[in-house]
């Protein structure tokens, strides 16, 4: 795996109230010219409208990072929603608080259903009824279930790392995060954080 381009499959078992899960996978690519570059302090702006949802992307990314031990900032602490400020107003912003990178987060999808493939084996013979050589046989229930949706939230999730000081997109991913029917969005959101946190370190970004 270079740090140029990786793929990674991590499966997160998260326990919730029992068997809850999420499945969360993760493809990143690295600028060229980011190759050697690594960030210290990092903004988290999530574009989101719902200021409920962009608050809990922007806390545990945050929350993640940290635990990685990168000094990471949420994005409404220091571009309030409630400001209209200019790309330039919000570099110099940056700038006077020694963040050196931002990382963009919009989600492309938010769903409940989920869909789960066929599983299992047909009907089995077994004794009891009668075939045409007379002896018995009768069909036992195989396991076998056909594919069907069920409730669960799913989210796919764009995430781009910029340079502050020329504005250069560095890094960027693609984070799909599924959860069973006894997950909830926030678990999900919890499992993205955690995977691009940790993808992040492996690719080096991250000082």
């Known amino acids: 795996m270079t740090k140029t381009a990786s793929s990674i499959l991590i499966a997160?078992?998260?326990?919730?109230?029992?068997?809850?899960?999420?499945?969360?996978?993760?493809?990143?690519?690295?600028?060229?010219?980011?190759?050697?570059?690594?960030f210290g302090r990092v903004l988290i702006?999530?574009?989101?409208?719902?200021?409920?949802?962009?608050?809990?992307?922007?806390s545990s990314?945050?929350?993640?990072?940290?635990?990685?031990?990168?000094?990471?900032?949420?994005?409404?602490?220091?571009?309030?929603?409630t400001r209209t400020l200019t790309d330039v107003d919000k570099m110099e912003i940056l700038r006077r608080n020694h963040v050196d990178s931002y990382l963009v987060i919009n989600v492309g999808?938010?769903?409940?259903?989920?869909?789960?493939?066929?599983?299992?084996?047909p009907s089995t013979p077994t004794s009891?009824?009668?075939?045409k050589t007379g002896q018995t046989q009768d069909k036992r229930a195989g396991t076998a279930t056909a594919g069907h949706t069920e409730p669960g939230p799913w989210a796919l999730f764009?995430?781009?790392?910029?340079?502050?000081?020329?504005?250069h997109m560095a890094w960027l991913a693609s984070v799909n995060a599924t959860g069973s029917a006894h997950s909830s969005f926030a678990k999900v959101i919890l499992s993205f954080s955690e995977t691009t946190a940790t993808q992040l370190s492996r690719d080096g970004r991250l000082k």
């Open 61 to 81: 990314l945050v929350a993640a990072l940290r635990n990685q031990g990168v000094s990471a900032i949420e994005g409404m602490e220091l571009i309030p929603p």
């Open 158 to 167: 764009n995430v781009k790392l910029y340079d502050v000081s020329n504005g």
């Open 109 to 121: 999808a938010l769903e409940r259903q989920i869909y789960v493939p066929p599983t299992g084996s």
């Open 12 to 38: 997160l078992s998260v326990g919730i109230f029992g068997c809850s899960t999420t499945n969360t996978t993760i493809r990143s690519f690295t600028d060229p010219a980011y190759r050697s570059t690594r």
């Open 128 to 131: 009891g009824g009668s075939s």
């Open 45 to 58: 702006l999530a574009q989101m409208p719902d200021l409920e949802w962009r608050g809990l992307v922007e």
